[in-house]
Each structure stands twice: as C-alpha cells, then as structure tokens.
C-alpha cells in the first residue's frame, strides 16, 4: 500500500482547513512537507474512550510554510 502524500498549495490552504489526513492500514503518518506542527488532542468516539471522556495525542498541522515562518526560524537559530 503506497503512503497518501498531499501536496498543498498554502494560498489554497483554505480548501484544506479541517481535513483529517490519515495513514493507509499499517502504514506511519506521513506529515506534508513545509507543515508547521504542534501537538494536539483529539477526542476518543468510539467505545469506552468516548463514554469515558478519553482524548488521544495528536500532531495538529498549523500552518504551511512561508517566507515569514522561515525568517523567523533563521532568527531563533542565529539567536542560539
């Protein structure tokens, strides 16, 4: 089974906002290339995890990459 891999234009990001992206059956997550990342929850719905109130670790996709995002990652490197 091959990986989906989405590319995403950031001016059409937009389109893409709320989208679950999810790895085929056996397979890792692959992360679009020039996502920010943060760690997230999401709620458990199903079975015992939802009746019980669970949430489960997530990584949560931000934003894309811009020119902005790199600048201010150049700065916090120099500033190391």
Avoid at 25 to 37: D, K, N, R, S, T
Avoid at 47 to 54: A, F, N, S, Y
Avoid at 58 to 74: H, L, S, W
């Amino acid at each position: 089974m091959e990986n989906q891999i989405f590319e995403v234009d950031p001016h059409t990001l937009s389109s893409f906002l709320g989208a679950i992206i999810e790895p085929e059956p056996g397979q890792p997550l692959i992360v679009p290339e020039g996502a920010v990342v943060v760690p997230g929850s999401r709620p458990v719905t199903t079975g015992k995890g939802r009746e019980w109130g669970l949430s489960v670790a997530t990584p949560v996709i931000v934003k894309y990459r811009d020119e902005r995002t790199d600048a201010r990652t150049a700065l916090e490197q120099w500033i190391r």
